[in-house]
């Protein structure tokens, strides 16, 4: 069974940068798309950033130009760069992979906390 781990979270002042990973653990016949989710303290869910098969990169429009995503064929890994961190951004983040043939795998979640 695949499963994939996230990490790189952490408490960071504002105006500050992290680096998460998404990293798989188990065989792996392919990745056609990744995204990271945040999920603020009592709020739900929401898509950050999308890396889909056809390079049609996308972010959410909060994170647009400060987040990178990333992504490493080879490792079958997955990175979202975060800069100019704001409090707003605090929450745990999740990876989720989109695997071939079709199965679709969340991470565990990583939290990113941003306060002075």
């Known amino acids: 069974q695949v499963h994939f781990v996230e990490s790189g979270g952490g408490l960071v002042q504002p105006g500050e940068s992290l680096r998460l990973s998404c990293s798989a653990s188990g065989t792996i016949f392919g990745i056609y798309a990744i995204e990271w989710h945040r999920q603020a303290p009592g709020k739900q869910r929401q898509l950050v950033a999308a890396?889909?098969?056809?390079?049609?990169?996308r972010y959410a429009d909060s994170v647009k130009g400060r987040f990178t995503i990333s992504r490493d064929a080879a490792k079958n890994a997955a990175y979202l760069q975060m800069d100019s961190l704001k409090p707003d951004d605090t929450g745990v983040y999740y990876c989720k992979v989109f695997l071939v043939p079709y199965q679709e795998v969340w991470g565990q979640g990583t939290l990113v906390t941003v306060s002075s």
């Open positions: 890396f889909p098969d056809d390079g049609n990169i």
